[in-house]
């Protein structure tokens, strides 16, 4: 078995190391353990360790009441040996560098997992987005795509949307980027709206992605989906997609958490009625066919399936123990600890790791990339069929390396993506 030690004189810059945890740690941890599983590869595993770039920017604008306010930016390409940087950008209090940084990796070996031929990049600015009006947001969008436009571009990096961002954030900073380029550009962006060269299908890939490979890991342990029970954290794009496609495929979803509240019902929510609800009142809080339970008793929710969709480390060492359910589905991107990772494995229940189970999303945006480049537009059904199609294809590769390696599904996700991006930057070798 190959060494893991690293090789001297590569040490990492301190704001790179494990020891600086928060996302990024948690992201090395991961690489640590796909290290001795490269083969010869591994002289290359310092391109893992290393973002390509990053980018701080100063985010100023004019507020409405007159004054100017300063946000914090930020663009992490962490590698693009195998096509374009790609990933969201997203608006929230408590983004850091080392969260942008995580999440770019995670795109990296996410587009590299499921072979879509794109690098990883993510963006964010620290803002709370609804302590701004409309138009605060518009001038920050553009401000900030402005700042970034000298590394983003459809053949070098491009943003999509994630937390707090949506199809009219991504057309504003495809309008910022084309007016300075003084070209339309349609590809800078996916996600975009329907009708500047978004795609069908987009809105509901992602949680269409957990449904396709919560189907596969199931049919693998012999779980019947139609019977299944499943909780769900974060009822956003993503959760909310997932819990309507497994209702509908005769799952009960027996519990939803979201920011303001936990509901229950061990007979069932009313999927259709629950979202009606959130799209009228943006939230689960006071809906009235469920129970409310306390914050944290969610993670003792007797379920078969738990899909957690919100944001990172969310499943720890403090709560992994309780957890009832058989499988776990990463909506979000990375909600479970390389600790919580190692008792759910001692424990027997399966985690479906974020970097295949959320890629519906990044492969629908590389089917708008494709159409806004040929101009030629796919159907709705042509687009689920493709998606459907590589998203089962990349599961049973992994789970294949998972049951020849003896390893966790993150694991094997982890080693069929790093060699195939360190193959790549192999093949390019170094320049100058």
């Known amino acids: 078995m190959p060494s893991t030690s690293k090789p001297s004189g590569s040490a990492l810059p301190s704001y790179l190391q494990a020891e600086h945890l928060g996302p990024w740690g948690i992201y090395l941890q991961q690489v640590d353990r796909v290290q001795p599983y490269l083969g010869d590869l591994e002289r290359w595993v310092e391109t893992l360790r290393r973002p390509k770039r990053m980018l701080i920017v100063d985010v100023p604008i004019h507020l409405d009441d007159g004054r100017t306010a300063h946000f914090e930016g930020y663009r992490v390409q962490h590698n693009t040996s195998r096509g374009p ?25 996410k587009n590299a997992a499921v072979n879509v031929p794109f690098g990883g990049a993510k963006g964010g600015i620290r803002v709370d987005p609804k302590q701004l009006s409309l138009g605060e947001l518009e001038r920050m969008t553009r401000r900030y795509t402005s700042e970034i436009g000298i590394i983003i571009g459809p053949t070098k990096d491009i943003p999509a949307p994630d937390v707090n961002t949506n199809e009219q954030v991504m057309a504003w900073m495809m309008d910022t980027y084309c007016m300075n380029e003084g070209s339309s550009a349609t590809g800078v962006v996916t996600g975009k709206p329907l009708d500047l060269g978004g795609s069908l299908g987009r809105r509901e890939a992602t949680g269409r992605g957990v449904f396709t490979v919560g189907q596969e890991a199931a049919r693998h342990i012999g779980m019947d989906v139609s019977k299944a029970r499943l909780a769900v954290q974060g009822f ?91 499988m776990i589905i990463e909506g979000a991107n990375g909600p479970t600890t390389p600790q919580a990772d190692d008792i759910l494995l001692e424990r027997n229940v399966l985690v479906v790791p974020d970097v295949i189970a959320n890629a519906g999303g990044v492969t629908v945006s590389y089917f708008e990339w494709v159409q806004d480049f040929s101009s030629y537009f796919w159907s709705e059904d042509e687009i689920n069929a493709r998606l459907v199609r590589i998203m089962q294809q990349a599961f049973a590769g992994i789970w294949q390396v998972a049951q020849e390696k003896k390893v966790s599904l993150r694991t094997a996700a982890f080693i069929v993506a790093c060699q195939r991006i360190l193959h790549a930057r192999e093949l390019r070798g170094l320049y100058p």
């Open 85 to 109: 940087a790609k990933g969201g950008v997203r608006f929230h209090q408590d983004v850091t560098l080392s969260e942008v940084m995580a999440l770019a990796a995670w795109m990296s070996i």
């Open 236 to 326: 956003g794009n993503v959760g909310s997609v997932a819990a309507k496609l497994f209702a509908q495929a005769g799952a009960r979803v027996v519990a939803v958490q979201d920011h303001s509240a936990t509901i229950y019902q061990a007979s069932g929510l009313d999927v259709p009625a629950l979202l009606a609800y959130v799209a009228r009142f943006g939230t689960v809080a006071g809906f009235a066919q469920a129970e409310v339970l306390a914050h944290d008793r969610f993670w003792d929710v007797d379920c078969d399936i738990l899909i957690p969709a919100a944001l990172e480390t969310q499943i720890t060492q403090a709560n992994a123990g309780r957890i009832q359910a058989r």
